[in-house]
């Protein structure tokens, strides 16, 4: 599908305002709508009251982001009162579900996109600029925006996300996504390649690859993920490369060997795990028991000495009991993770886990459930913090701190914050950084000069 100019270049810029709720791959998804809107003579603000076009990039993974949606939605409509031309666009995930439903129970909203119609925009704002509610929610088996360079709004950033693939096949029981994100597909590598080297060249030093599950990476010459982690990383030394997210069922050796072979890969692998117990794991289709997983474990310990790991774990699955629940937190304790996103299940309609198991963990307990998980989790983190207390990483400075200016913030390999006195250097920068202290979310230390 081509993109429609929908206003002549002579015509005053107007003003988009975008919001971005949810994934990574909603945030970059929302650079890609920012292409193509300055593309048909948008400016993008900051400030919401000036917009004369407002979007919502919305996430459906829980039911809290949905409502957060919503009363976001109601707030909007003092802005629509007090300009009665601002078009109100909701995209993403919840577009992609509620579909027309979303019109007819939020009257404020105009336009209805899902994740794979964004280059439809400028045709659906001239319907809405008639009066007339647009919407396309069509998701595509081919769609990449492989040839979109994604606007970005930190123009002089330092870390930067690259969408490497779209949408996931792995129908855990549980999710959402492979309802509103579709099928998988996989972007060119030369096109990813030339986005990080224009990213690298414009000054940046870290990317991230995204996808749902990038270790299903496969270009149309056969190449999988690993090689197009080499390819990323030999752009640059000075260029640092991470990914997420990785499945535990394919993380393979080669990758891992990979990562060992180049040390600009960030040694941090999220590898989330969802539950501790097999009988829970085989209820969500994770399509892995814990005994593998175990194993992915000890082969990155291996190859990859001093990797950290983080997960992503929920609480309260259908029929979790106490001896499930219990099997999770010994094996959060087993891999020591170093940080972890700790949810409570949240029904979704339309996945299996909706047709065909009860929800029928109560409320408290699944409360009681996550305290527990985060509780443990706050313990591993500072654990992991402590035993980094006299240890030099190599930090890439990404900003001033935010409590003082003369204090600079950045990551290690390993994806945790370290802040440090400021002396010569600058955001870009890289400086060996030795820890002298630390709480649970970050390090302290002193540049070693
Ligand atoms: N309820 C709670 N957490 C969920 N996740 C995905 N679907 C649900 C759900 N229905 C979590 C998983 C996933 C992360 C992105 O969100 O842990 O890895
Ligand atoms: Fe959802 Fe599972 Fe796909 Fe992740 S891998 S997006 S949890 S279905």
């Given at each position: ?30 650079q ?7 593309d048909n ?19 459906s ?10 009363a976001?939605l ?7 009162k ?45 319907i809405a ?8 929610v ?10 979109i360079n994604p ?18 096949e ?16 996989s ?24 996808g ?10 056969g ?12 752009i ?18 080669e990758?891992?060997n ?16 969802q539950?501790g ?44 009991t106490?001896?499930d629940?219990k099997?999770t ?9 170093d ?16 047709k065909?198991?009860r ?57 945790k ?30 540049a070693?000069?």
């Amino acid at each position: 599908m081509t993109t429609h100019k929908i206003l002549p270049e002579l015509e005053p810029k107007r003003k988009l305002y975008i919001e971005t709720y949810g994934c990574q791959m909603n945030f970059s998804d929302s650079q890609i709508v920012g292409s193509i809107m300055t593309d048909n003579n948008f400016e993008i603000t900051d400030i919401i009251a000036e917009a004369d076009l407002i979007f919502v990039n919305t996430c459906s993974i829980r039911d809290n982001a949905e409502k957060r949606v919503r009363a976001r939605l109601q707030e909007f409509k003092r802005y629509k009162k007090m300009k009665p031309g601002l078009i109100i666009g909701v995209l993403g995930c919840m577009a992609e579900r509620l579909k027309s439903q979303l019109l007819e129970e939020e009257k404020m909203v105009d336009v209805i996109v899902g994740p794979d119609a964004y280059r439809d925009l400028p045709r659906l704002l001239s319907i809405a600029e008639t009066g007339q509610k647009a919407i396309n929610v069509i998701l595509s088996a081919d769609e990449t925006y492989a040839d979109i360079n994604p606007v970005r709004l930190d123009s002089k950033g330092i870390s930067a996300f690259i969408s490497i693939m779209r949408g996931c096949e792995n129908f855990c029981t549980y999710c959402v996504v492979p309802f509103t994100r579709g099928k998988e597909r996989s972007r060119n590598p030369e096109t990813i390649l030339t986005e990080a080297k224009e990213l690298f060249n414009s000054g940046y030093r870290e990317v991230t690859l995204l996808g749902q599950n990038v270790n299903s990476y496969q270009s149309e010459n056969g190449n999988g993920f690993a090689q197009l982690m080499a390819s990323v990383a030999e752009i640059d030394p000075r260029l640092r490369v991470r990914f997420a997210t990785s499945h535990p069922k394919d993380l393979s050796d080669e990758l891992l060997n990979t990562m060992s072979a180049y040390p600009n890969i960030c040694r941090s692998i999220h590898l989330p795990v969802q539950s501790g117990s097999d009988k829970i794991l085989k209820l969500m289709n994770r399509k892995y028991d814990r005994q593998w997983y175990q194993g992915r474990i000890e082969a990155i310990r291996t190859i990859l000495p001093g990797c950290a790991l983080s997960t992503d774990i929920i609480a309260g699955f259908c029929s979790e009991t106490e001896e499930d629940h219990k099997q999770t937190l010994e094996l959060m304790e087993w891999v020591g993770y170093d940080y972890a996103f700790m949810f409570k299940y949240s029904e979704r309609a339309g996945t299996t886990a909706e047709k065909k198991y009860r929800d029928d963990v109560d409320e408290l307990v699944k409360s009681r459930r996550l305290k527990e998980i985060i509780d443990l989790q706050q313990e591993l983190s500072y654990r992991s913090n402590l035993a980094d207390v006299g240890k030099t990483f190599e930090v890439l400075v990404e900003r001033f701190s935010k409590k003082s200016q003369k204090e600079l913030s950045g990551r290690n390999s390993q994806n945790k914050m370290v802040v440090f006195p400021r002396h010569n250097f600058n955001p870009g920068d890289y400086v060996n950084v030795r820890i002298s202290s630390c709480t649970t979310a970050t390090l302290k230390g002193e540049a070693v000069i």
